[in-house]
């Protein structure tokens, strides 16, 4: 079993910045993938970037060139640094684990509001 805590969001002017971080703890287990994905109200949740095994990162359009991705595979942690937010970035922000043997892991969500 794995557990994800994520940290960080609040509440951030238009224009502003914002980091995440998520911690992944519990059996042993190894990566397929970590990242972060986001659900807006009336909305479905979406990628929003994730670290796949061997080195590959995705991010959604439309977040390229002002957020990034981290991860510290030591402590099992991804970070998401989140630079010229605007309010169509608000949105519940959810962490993501998936294990090589395809179990599939989620954070409690942390909100992130960009007042305009």
């Known amino acids: 079993q794995v557990q994800l805590v994520e940290s960080g969001g609040g509440l951030v002017q238009a224009g502003g910045s914002l980091g995440l971080s998520c911690a992944a703890s519990?059996?042993?287990?190894?990566?397929?993938?970590m990242g972060w994905y986001r659900q807006a109200p009336g909305k479905q949740r979406e990628l929003v970037a994730v670290?796949?095994?061997?080195?590959?990162?995705n991010y959604a359009d439309s977040v390229k060139g002002r957020f990034t991705i981290s991860i510290n595979n030591a402590k099992n942690t991804v970070y998401l640094q989140m630079n010229s937010l605007n309010p169509e970035d608000t949105a519940v922000y959810y962490c993501?684990?998936?294990?090589?043997?395809?179990?599939?892991?989620w954070g409690q969500g942390t909100q992130v509001t960009v007042s305009s």
């Open positions: 670290f796949i095994s061997g080195g590959s990162i």
């Open positions: 519990g059996t042993s287990f190894s990566i397929k993938s």
């Open positions: 993501n684990l998936r294990t090589k043997i395809l179990n599939n892991y």
